[in-house]
């Protein structure tokens, strides 16, 4: 399994823009999916967007036409671009990998990184 590691989180206004970053070692994405998940504090494991080996993608209703992901297969790495950030967006950011098709459900994903903390302040 490839080892994942995001980065990019950070504290930052309500209406500004944050870019994470999920980067895979040991093993390269190939043709994996990859998908970005968020946790806040109580509350349980949330599907965020999630993107195919050929660029196909689907996001949550919650940050459709906020947040863009994208894939870099030379540098084996996954962007979620996430603009007009809300408070209601702050979370633990966690990436996952899993083989086949997108999918919606965690459990369906394999491979986790440790996470990245965004904060958004009203």
């Known amino acids: 399994q490839e080892q994942l590691a995001e980065s990019g989180g950070g504290l930052v206004q309500a209406g500004g823009s944050l870019r994470l970053s999920c980067a895979a070692s040991g093993r390269t994405f190939g043709s994996n999916t990859v998908g970005w998940f968020r946790q806040a504090p109580g509350k349980e494991r949330e599907f965020i967007s999630a993107?195919?080996?050929?660029?196909?993608?689907r996001y949550a209703d919650s940050v459709k036409g906020r947040f863009t992901i994208s894939r870099d297969n030379v540098r084996n790495t996954v962007y979620l671009q996430m603009n007009g950030l809300k408070p209601e967006d702050t979370a633990v950011y966690y990436c996952?990998?899993?083989?086949?098709?997108?999918?919606?459900?965690?459990?369906?994903?394999?491979?986790w990184g440790q996470g990245t903390q965004v904060t958004v302040s009203s």
């Open positions: 993107v195919n080996w050929t660029g196909g993608n």
């Open positions: 996952a990998a899993r083989r086949g098709p997108i999918a919606t459900d965690g459990q369906d994903f394999g491979s």
